[in-house]
């Protein structure tokens, strides 16, 4: 395939993914922690219309976390949520508050 093609193919697959018209009922939200480096510069790079929380790792706690998300949606909800965190293979660490949580035992507020 040709190159210009592929990079064609890309902008096009990206275009698809648009959150036009989404601001102000359903956007995006990604949440990201000051763990993650350069995390400024990616929470810059993050399209037009998907809302962002960044939060401070070693001070915010999960219910914190999830207050900062409810202030930053203003009552709507999230089409998606994306975690950009750090962790290993079956763990996310949101935070550095020493909890266990998983999929089963977690109650997220209605986004």
Do not use: W
């Not at 989404?22 to 995006?28: A, G, V």
């Not at 990201?32 to 401070?56: D, M």
């Not at 203003?74 to 965190?85: E, M």
């Amino acid at each position: 395939m040709d190159e210009g093609k592929v990079e064609s193919s890309k902008q096009e697959d990206a275009d698809d993914f648009s959150t036009a018209g989404l601001e102000n009922s359903c956007p995006p939200l990604v949440v990201l922690s000051s763990r993650i480096k350069s995390h400024t510069l990616l929470a810059s790079c993050v399209n037009p219309g998907v809302e962002v929380v960044k939060y401070p790792y070693e001070s915010t706690t999960l219910q914190r976390l999830f207050q900062m998300m409810e202030t930053t949606m203003k009552g709507r909800k999230a089409l998606c949520i994306a975690f950009i965190a750090h962790g290993q293979a079956g763990c996310l660490k949101l935070c550095s508050q020493k909890v266990r949580t998983s999929a089963q035992n977690v109650v997220l507020p209605p986004f």
